[in-house]
């Protein structure tokens, strides 16, 4: 008899792929090795998962071994609080955002952060005024906040009474860009306003001085670090810092213990303290190795032709106070003027690069995992980031070399464009949007649902973002423009991971009646 559903294969899928040769540019930072480090002598996870039982304490009332080791974890990284979270950045973030601003009080966000702020706000009731990041034209990506612009905004905002009960900024971003966060905590403790540092992608940067400085040394309220983004900790397993006086920590620990689960892993938990015991003693070292693996290969990198890499020349430029070398940022879109006179190439060649040897973040994606086995942390309208650690292998870099150098080659040689090397979007430059509801206001009111090319004019009753990264192009409350509209059909045109909408074509969306 045919069966009614197919039978489960995600672990036998999962087995498949951990055996294959495709080797892993995106998180966790583990990167699945486990035949050295600390990883090889890490137990059966069977055999150490508990529940709370006489002698190993509770997450959400630790007065025993848990807050021993929180405490430890603390005295570590120099914080006055550390907490544990098994939700992952998300739960901190929703912890966070909460226990700063009371229901319906004022917050000021940067536009490019995770959807997990837009829910903090959405379930509080925030009154949101967004800051907006600057942009690296070149890149099609989205720099730093500047110091000024929150200035500017809390000096038009009056006396305290107009500030903001919290600022929330993500810093590094998905891209490796870090922002002036002690220029942006001086000025928000000017005002008393907290700052809160969604840091998950810098949870590497206390433990190497090729790094960048991270939020909590900078002078930031709050920070929440992802730890399995970027060190070898495993998936779901996060941190959250608090120091100084502006943060009541009783509301805090409250939203943490409504936004974390009420049976947390000891497994997770007990990975979060050996990979922090790790990377305090023998990691720091294994990190300078890594540093200067990553500068070897990023130098390599420097002599790609049509390929281009971020790098550290736009720091001082877009809002860019520092960028985290650990992130790949490999753009598409063909190399500038400069790079072109630089490279070597024909008249012929330089003349026509731009605009026929290029192609979409998506199709060097596919490139890279179909033809050489190598898969990206993400891909953007026109280039892929690729997330490196200190457990990536040499193999692993020297694979990642040879296949850029091979479309690099491709790409020099002026052949014809393939039918999908279309002008791709700027996936950092998107149009600004006017909200005429809050969030949580308009998300409760009865909507209709029309087709997203007849949707100019209304409000949107959902989010749209792409994901990875997560950041929203429209937020539930904020009127559909044409442009808006525009964009999200171009990344659908791309097939490129639009999320958000109720309609995973994304050819419809829910608007308000």
Known sequence: MEERFPRPRLYRQLDKYCRSDVYPFHMPGHKRR????????????????????DGFDNLHYAEGVLRESMDWAASVYGSGRTYYLVNGSTCGVLAAICAAVLRGGP??????????AYHAAALNELDIRYIYPQII??????????????????????????????????????????????????????????????????????FGEMFPASALELGADIVIQSLHKTLPAFTQTALLHVQGSLVDIRRLEYFLQV????????????????????MAGEGRDEMRRFAARLAELRGQLERLRCLRLLDRDVIGNFGVYDLDISKLVLSARGPKAQRRRNSGMSAACAETMPRENRMTGLEL???????????????????????????????????????????????????????????????ANL??????????????????????????????????????PGTPIVVPGEILTKEVIGVIQKYRARQLPIQGLSDHTASAIRVLA
């Not at 099609?140 to 600022?167: F, N, R, Y």
């Not at 997770?268 to 922090?276: A, F, H, N, Q, T």
């Not at 039918?419 to 979007?425: I, N």
């Not at 949007?433 to 029309?450: K, Y």
């Open 107 to 116: 917050i000021w966000m940067a536009r490019n952060s995770h959807k997990a």
């Open 365 to 427: 994606a596919e490139i890279l995992r179909q033809d050489y086995h190598l898969e990206m942390e993400m891909c953007g309208a026109d280039y892929v980031t690729a997330i490196t650690t200190l457990m990536d292998s040499r193999e692993g870099f020297d694979r990642l070399e040879t296949a850029l150098f091979a479309v690099d080659g491709k790409l020099a040689a002026c052949s014809k464009p393939s039918e999908l090397s279309l002008s791709a979007p700027d996936s």
């Open 431 to 468: 149009p600004r949007t006017r909200a005429i509801l809050p969030i949580h206001e308009a998300q409760m009111r009865p909507m209709n649902i029309l087709p997203l090319e007849s949707a100019a004019g209304t409000v949107s009753g959902e989010y749209v973002y792409l994901y990875p």
């Open 137 to 206: 034209e070149d890149f099609g990506l989205q720099g730093g906040l500047l110091p000024q612009d929150i200035e500017t905004m809390l000096i038009s905002a009056g006396d305290s009474t107009g500030a903001p009960a919290a600022v929330f900024i993500t810093s590094p971003t998905y891209d490796g860009v870090v922002s002036d966060v002690r220029g942006i905590a001086d000025i928000c403790h000017r005002y008393g306003a907290v700052l809160i540092v969604d840091e998950a992608h810098g949870a590497h940067f206390p």
């Open 34 to 53: 486990t035949e050295t480090g600390f990883t090889a002598e890490f137990p059966n996870p069977y055999s150490i998962d508990i529940t709370e039982i």
């Open 259 to 278: 936004f974390q689960t009420s049976s947390p892993s000891y497994v997770l938990m007990s990975g979060i303290e050996k990979c922090i015991e790790y």
